[in-house]
């Protein structure tokens, strides 16, 4: 244990957490810079294609939803909307019953690069995250994190 003026802090939990995030932010770090060698693209794109694949499957998201889900300000979604649309991944138009509101759905070329994209990040996933763990390791692993994220949701809504 590590003493502070406010008493003892357990030293393998803060070291267990920080080998967590520490692998977390490198492995993420490794994708994100993959995608963007061999697809084009930063890793907030991919994300915005995933979900608009995933979660607009039914038809186009509202901007607002995309927002949330990425944890962006309405400004900084527009100014990746805005990139995405240049760049021919995305259309975007008026909700047909508030015209304030805007929606985004995929184009064929988003539709292609996710297709890519999606490729190379399963690679990417096999040689840096599959592959150093044995089936048993990362079974456990998925159901380790799997847990703590139910419990970090749960503790969120709660505050929320």
């Keep these: 244990m590590t003493g502070t003026p406010e008493g003892p802090v357990p030293d393998g939990i803060v070291r267990e957490f920080g080998l967590l995030l ?3 932010t ?3 770090r490794i994708a994100a810079r ?3 060698r061999r697809c084009g693209i930063r890793h907030p794109v991919f994300e915005v294609l995933l979900r608009l694949a995933r ?3 039914g038809g186009p998201l509202t901007m607002g939803f995309l927002a949330g889900e990425m ?3 309405s400004g900084g979604m527009t ?3 805005d990139r995405m649309e240049r760049d021919g991944y995305v259309r975007r138009c008026a909700a047909p019953d508030d015209r304030r509101r805007q929606l985004v759905e995929l184009t064929g070329a988003g539709r292609a690069k996710l297709a890519e994209a999606l490729r190379v990040h399963a690679e990417t996933l096999d040689r840096h995250f599959a592959a150093p763990l044995t089936d048993v390791q990362r079974r ?3 159901e380790a994190t799997a847990a703590l994220r139910e419990h970090a949701r749960n503790e969120l809504g709660d505050l929320g």
């Design 22 to 24: 520490g692998a977390t």
């Design 34 to 36: 993959e995608l963007e």
């Design 55 to 57: 979660e607009g499957a």
């Design 140 to 142: 456990h692993l998925v």
């Design 79 to 81: 100014r990746l909307v």
């Design 71 to 73: 944890i962006l300000t």
């Design 26 to 28: 490198l492995l993420e």
